[in-house]
């Protein structure tokens, strides 16, 4: 709940530029695993795309988080 509470504290003072480039990431994550059928396979352009967005931003290493099925079984 605290932690919670102070994501969301954290949220008001994040600059624009950082919350453009986290939507422009997760909007590309989710590109990639429309495109893909059983693996998620990055291409040269996807490649591109996330170091520029890494010099564009950052903290964008606060936003990663890796989703395995276990984690999905006990979020449903």
């Known amino acids: 709940m605290t932690k919670r509470l102070i994501g969301l504290v954290r949220l008001?003072?994040?600059s624009h530029t950082e919350i453009v480039a986290e939507n422009l990431a997760l909007r590309h994550q989710l590109i990639v695993l429309q495109r893909s059928?059983?693996?998620?396979?990055?291409?040269?352009?996807?490649?591109i795309f996330r170091v520029w967005l890494s010099r564009l931003?950052?903290?964008w290493r606060s936003s990663l988080l890796i989703v395995q099925p276990d984690m999905v079984v006990k979020w449903h």
């Open 12 to 14: 008001f003072f994040r």
């Open 37 to 47: 059928i059983k693996r998620p396979r990055f291409t040269t352009r996807d490649r």
């Open 57 to 59: 931003w950052k903290n």
